[in-house]
């Protein structure tokens, strides 16, 4: 990692200087490097569909179908008759844009539909739709935190619910992943000193970088004790997980029991969008009059509102239970396979299998072997996850086979044993 990232943290940080147009050369500097040496598995392009055969193409890499484990589309339903029908109707009838803010004209039958449904799966009165999944974690913090309020929020929490944090208020605490205990002991410490100021603890029903998941249970309790509001992001396990897909929260019997629900449907939803979903009308109001990414950008267009509804039918189907007990066995078959190959995979069942590197270099490097071979991953390195802590993601489809599960098992073990191994490129030590 040393001879390939160490001095190349700095690059992360805000680049200084008077011209705004050249200061972050040095940027580039590092990418051309990389390039010479053929190393750059980011900014990939998909030809055609996501898929677990897909078509990708990326800077050094002439474009090539393989096994595709780097789209987030977990149960297939992208590539879904009943979705892609909705979408076309959606388009026909609606034509391809809100044309509008959801305060102004943008919203529509489909939305209005797309917010019943919804509420009826999480057992929430009132949700909020967001443009991005991005701007619905943004938008709530920064609507609901004021400067004198206090969040608490999980260590690997996703950078757009920290960075809500940090836009709202300057007391933002990150507990240790996962530790209630450390939770109770922040929350105790805050009420100590002021028992009149709110407090947010935020974390996420699937964590995407570890695949684990917090004690919905204890956290909802601990909140409750102390006079705070509990958020949770389930951008990654909703739909995908569950009973009816309802995600960790449903596996935890937590539905309709949280404080406050957020997410994305750039995942299992084959769209992009986000939504807010809690019981309090006026959460909903105050989110709709100041939350900026809902009301300065437009509505979900009624393709994306259609293609979400779809969705989240044939996820609350049979069908949807039939979808998620296939992704799980090819999970559970992955990282058995993985394991016999001697590898380390970290988390929990789910639709994410975070196969661990350690240093960045390694980590890129078997991106970069394993994309030579057809096979697609994305690579998890700083600022992502911690430095030293990097690891390949893969994740699962419903559509995967069996077949694709076994060919790819042994090229991935094998590009991780090598980049592991192989001597590093001779880079230039402040590179
Ligand atoms: N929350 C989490 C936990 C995420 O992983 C992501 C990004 N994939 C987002 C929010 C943002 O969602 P979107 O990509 O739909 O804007």
């Not at 009826?120 to 004198?148: I, K, M, N, S, Y």
């Not at 998941?213 to 389930?234: I, K, N």
């Not at 030293?388 to 419903?398: D, F, T, V």
Request: with cysteine; proline share 6%.
């Amino acid at each position: 990692a040393s001879g390939a990232l160490g001095g190349n943290v700095a690059l992360f940080r805000q680049p200084r200087g008077p011209d705004l147009m050249r200061r972050a050369q040095p940027l580039d500097d590092w990418y051309a490097l990389r390039m010479r040496h053929g190393v750059w598995p980011y900014n990939r392009r998909l030809e055609g569909a996501p898929g677990p055969l897909s078509t990708v193409e990326g800077d050094g890499l002439p474009a090539a179908r393989g096994i595709n484990f780097a789209s987030q589309d977990y149960l297939s339903l992208s590539a879904h008759p009943a979705v892609l029908a909705a979408a076309m109707a959606a388009l026909a009838e609606c034509g391809p844009h809100s044309a509008g803010s959801a305060v102004l004209l943008g919203n529509s039958r489909l939305t209005g539909a797309l917010e019943g449904l919804l509420g009826e799966l999480l057992q929430c009165r009132h949700v909020v739709l967001f443009p991005t999944g991005w701007g619905a974690a943004f938008g709530a913090v920064t609507a609901l935190v004021h400067g004198a309020d206090h969040v608490l929020i999980d260590g690997l929490a996703h950078a757009s619910l920290r960075q809500g944090a940090m836009a709202a208020t300057r007391n933002v605490t990150s507990f240790r992943h996962l530790d209630c205990d450390h939770v109770r002991e922040l929350l105790a410490g805050i009420r100590a000193m002021d028992s009149q100021a709110a407090i947010l603890v935020i974390t996420e029903g699937l964590f995407s970088m570890d695949a684990d998941s917090p004690d919905l249970p204890l956290l909802q309790y601990l909140c409750r004790e102390y006079g705070a509001t509990l958020l949770v992001d389930v951008a990654h396990d909703l739909g995908a997980m569950g009973p009816g897909g309802t995600g960790v929260i449903g596996a935890q019997g937590m539905i309709g029991k949280i404080d406050m629900v957020i997410g994305a449907f750039s995942k299992t939803f084959a769209s992009n969008g986000g939504f807010v979903a809690c019981d309090a009308p006026s959460v909903r109001r105050q989110l709709q009059l100041f939350a900026g990414p809902h009301m300065f950008s437009n509505a979900l267009s009624p393709v994306q509102a259609a293609t979400v509804l779809a969705c989240l039918r044939i996820v609350a189907s049979p069908e949807g239970e039939t979808l998620r007990a296939a992704l799980m066995r090819h999970e559970v078959e992955l990282r058995a396979l993985l394991k016999d190959e001697g590898m380390r995979c970290i988390g929990a069942p789910s639709p994410i299998v975070p196969l661990w590197t350690g240093t960045e270099a390694a980590c890129r490097i078997a991106g970069m072997l394993l994309a030579r071979q057809q096979v697609f991953v994305n690579p998890m390195e700083f600022p992502g996850v911690p430095l030293g802590a990097a690891r390949l993601r893969l994740q699962l489809m419903a559509q995967h086979t069996p077949a694709q599960i076994r060919r790819a098992a042994p090229l991935l073990a094998a590009a991780v044993r090598k980049a592991g191994t192989a001597p590093r490129p001779a880079l230039a030590p402040s590179a």
